[in-house]
């Protein structure tokens, strides 16, 4: 249940060419403590709560448990979630071994694109596609939990 992940600022529209698949996602926060965020997702015709432990101290692990719902108990939840719904579209692109997940967010956050590619291991080594910008793993301000609460358009 441990997951390691790094993230990166997106350069260009050019991931949209070699994505296989786009799911709309919308989340909130029934809880942004950085020590157990508590997140709902609805992500096309699926639901689910998912339970984030704190980072380590590069950001790249942390704990992380999550669970299929009903999307009708999700859209209830979302109601009881604190302010700032995130939407966005998950685009899902395989690259070599992996498969990265580039979020294209909408609303309070539109203009931010951010890739995220989940490893076995924190050295692990990846393909870096033309598109993939600048790392920011494990810098909170990019954080989903923090997006609900300072979105990208007040930065």
């Given at each position: ?23 709309r996602i919308i989340q909130g ?127």
């Amino acid at each position: 249940m441990i997951e390691i992940e790094r993230k990166f600022l997106v350069t260009s529209d050019n991931f949209k060419k070699e994505a296989q698949k786009s799911t709309r996602i919308i989340q909130g926060f029934l809880n942004t403590d950085p020590e157990r965020t508590v997140r709902i997702r609805i992500k096309g015709e699926q639901a689910f709560i998912t339970v984030k432990g704190i980072g380590n101290a590069s950001g790249t692990s942390r704990f992380e448990w999550e669970k299929s719902i009903p999307v009708e108990d999700a859209e209830a939840l979302i109601k009881l979630c604190e302010p700032g719904i995130i939407k966005k579209t998950r685009f899902e692109i395989r690259l070599g071994d992996h498969t990265y997940e580039v979020d294209e967010f909408a609303g309070t956050n539109q203009g931010l694109v951010l890739a995220e590619i989940e490893l076995s291991t924190e050295n692990e080594s990846f393909l870096k596609p033309d598109w993939l910008g600048q790392e920011v793993t494990g810098i909170s301000k990019y954080y989903n939990s923090q997006l609900s609460k300072k979105p990208f358009k007040l930065w």
